[in-house]
């Protein structure tokens, strides 16, 4: 079948909308008769929720379902479903995980979480200890997973465990599927310095996966996990939003509606940091121009880097800006968030959450270390563990 054109998926996209009125759908039977005419992300293979077409086609679709106002699949409370484990199970799935994972994922009735971090392996993330065993046709999982969002909300997890210690760190990862709903999978809440709990611990005590439920080879887990990572830093780095619409907006308004607060060196840092925000607003809008293009490559990271660390000097600013003021912290109640919200609230709480932004989604260290070795092409740092079995590491 020949992909369509722009004409074409406006064509099918007013059939849709014949078919399956907005006004008097389900919202989720509308998602779903989406996912089936392809038009849930076009460049997907047909089947599976696309039609073979471009990637830059898909605004298209998105131009005609909006003035339809047609129920979206809530993009912010499946990110992880859909901006890391959708590309990964494409990429690496057979065709039965295909079919089973990627058409509840999108329309939003299945939520993901990554099952990486682990306490004694963040930054160095390959240094994992949990372990996979093989037993038959499953593997037998135990281990420790941290700072997992959504953990307490998933279905799905998208989990690497070691399954080889006698070989170097990086070849003896696996790449599996966890049902967050089977026998030894427990998850406890992670509360933060805001007093929020977003994050989970995810304890794994002998956890059995078919391997059925494995992506990719054995012993591959880590090619696997890259094309997570990239499109993670992707999903953190690199999201639509419009001018004003990140951290800086808050402290724009401020200092329109609060001219008794301003100093000269205010203004200056507040100029500086409002450009630099455009500046990585429109950095990330070149990104996804490039992800119509191919995989996402390192330069994600970079876009990574750039939003924890202007999230960070925004918000010390304004809690400057606002004197006493911005010191006060309106509820420590703890909560535990569906979404993950780097604005909400007040200056105090933008001020304690952004501290996370140079961890989560891989921390600012690692991040730089891609983009010195990957974009810029430096010298790798020396590494004396390279060609050192796991088992062998000092822990």
Not at 159 to 173: N, S, W
Not at 188 to 194: E, F, K, S
Not at 325 to 351: H, Q
Request: hydrophobic share 40%; glycine share 10%; charged share 25%.
């Amino acid at each position: 079948m020949t992909a369509p054109d722009a004409a074409g998926l406006r064509r099918l996209t007013r059939e849709l909308l014949a078919a399956h009125p907005p006004a008097t759908t389900d919202r989720t039977d509308f998602l779903k008769a989406r996912f089936d005419a392809g038009l849930a992300w076009v460049h997907y293979p047909a089947g599976l929720g696309g039609l073979d077409a471009p990637r830059s086609l898909q605004p298209v679709v998105d131009a005609e379902l909006a003035a339809a106002d047609a129920p979206d699949n809530d993009p912010r409370r499946i990110g992880i479903g859909l901006g890391m484990a959708a590309p990964t199970v494409l990429g690496y799935g057979t065709e039965e995980q295909k079919r089973r994972f990627l058409r509840p994922l999108w329309v939003g009735e299945e939520v993901w979480c990554q099952l990486f971090s682990e306490p004694g392996a963040g930054s160095d993330l390959a240094a994992l200890g949990t372990r996979a065993v093989r037993d038959g046709e499953d593997w037998v999982v135990d281990g420790q997973k941290v700072w997992t969002s959504s953990a307490h909300l998933a279905r799905w997890a998208i989990l690497i465990a070691r399954t080889d210690p006698d070989v170097p760190k990086h070849r003896g990862i696996s790449y599996f599927i966890c049902d967050m709903t089977d026998p030894g999978v427990e998850v406890r809440p992670l509360r933060q310095i805001t007093g929020e709990a977003e994050f989970n611990e995810v304890f794994l005590t002998g956890v059995r996966i078919p391997d059925s439920h494995r992506l990719g080879p054995v012993g591959e887990g880590w090619k696997v996990a890259q094309t997570t990572l990239m499109n993670e830093r992707v999903s953190i780095g690199g999201a639509r939003i419009p001018r004003e619409g990140g951290m800086i907006g808050p402290v724009a308004a401020t200092w329109r509606e609060r001219p008794e607060l301003r100093t000269h060196d205010l203004h200056q840092r507040l100029l500086t940091l409002w450009v630099e925000a455009e500046v990585a607003r429109l950095t990330g809008a070149r990104l996804r121009q490039q992800l119509v293009a191919g995989q996402p490559g390192p330069e994600g990271s970079g876009m990574k880097l750039a939003f924890a660390r202007l999230n960070q000097e925004i918000s010390g600013l304004e809690v400057e800006l606002l004197g006493g003021e911005g010191l006060l912290y309106s509820d420590w109640t703890m909560r535990r968030p569906e979404l993950v919200d780097f604005t909400g609230r007040d200056a105090g709480y933008r001020y304690l959450r952004s501290k996370g932004n140079s961890i989560e989604g891989g921390t600012s260290e690692v991040l730089l270390n891609i983009v010195a070795e990957r974009v810029l092409g430096l010298p790798a740092e020396p590494r004396n563990d390279k060609d050192v079995a796991w088992k062998d590491l000092s822990r």
